[in-house]
């Protein structure tokens, strides 16, 4: 079956990044937004389709297999702060970055939100990973062409299964306007009911 086309791609507008940390017992925490400025645009593809386990010849249970997004940031250039923080390439006494083939890049929250768009939706990317930017150029002709940067993005779920978050028709005012001061988590009460589903299902497929 040939692959649905499901990528997304906009002018996009209000790029921040928040470094993720889990500690050792698991607990879930993201640094203060930082803006990357220059961005052009990004595509994303859903990663991971439902399949089916079939048993007495029918379908007897389908299996959800959501495994985020893949895709790519176009942006006019890495900023130095995410070269820093995410790529972890690293300033010398002579403030000149350093790439380090033994050191691991870090995992972030993307937040953003697209240009254009009339309901202005907010959006996050709860766990990030990003590969480093091709080096490319060209020499001068007649007409300038101005070259970008890509970044290689793949959001993944987080252990309880969160992926990513948007605004909608009835969020309220205080979480749409802090949305790029903190990244935003769902309510206990939703993280409950989320956690009653994981449940459910377990049991579920134990059963049968």
């Not at 595509?43 to 389908?62: H, I, K, Q, R």
């Not at 702060?81 to 350093?98: C, G, I």
Request: hydrophobic share 35%; proline share 4%; aromatic share 10%.
């Amino acid at each position: 079956m040939p692959k649905k086309n499901n990528k997304v791609k906009f002018n996009i507008c209000n790029v921040h990044y928040a470094l993720l940390n889990i500690d050792e017992a698991g607990e879930i925490t993201f640094g203060t937004p930082v803006a990357m400025p220059g961005a052009v645009s990004l595509s994303l593809d859903p990663n991971g389709e439902p399949s089916n386990f079939y048993a007495d010849g029918y379908a007897y249970y389908t299996i959800s297999n959501n495994m985020g997004y893949d895709g790519d940031l176009e942006l006019a250039m890495v900023p130095e702060s995410f070269r820093t923080d995410v790529l972890k390439e690293q300033l010398d006494a002579n403030k000149v970055l350093v790439e380090n083939a033994n050191v691991e890049a870090a995992n972030f929250a993307l937040l953003f939100e697209f240009d254009g768009d009339v309901k202005k939706i907010r959006h996050v990317l709860y766990k990030c990973s990003a590969t480093r930017p091709t080096i490319e150029s060209a020499t001068k002709e007649e007409e300038i062409e101005v070259k970008t940067e890509n970044l290689t993005i793949k959001a993944t779920p987080l252990a309880n299964g969160y992926v990513k978050a948007k605004t909608g028709d009835d969020t309220t005012d205080s979480v749409y306007q802090n949305w790029y001061k903190s990244v935003y988590m769902p309510s206990e009460a939703v993280a409950a009911a989320a956690e009653t589903l994981k449940s459910t299902t377990t049991t579920t497929t134990t059963t049968k």
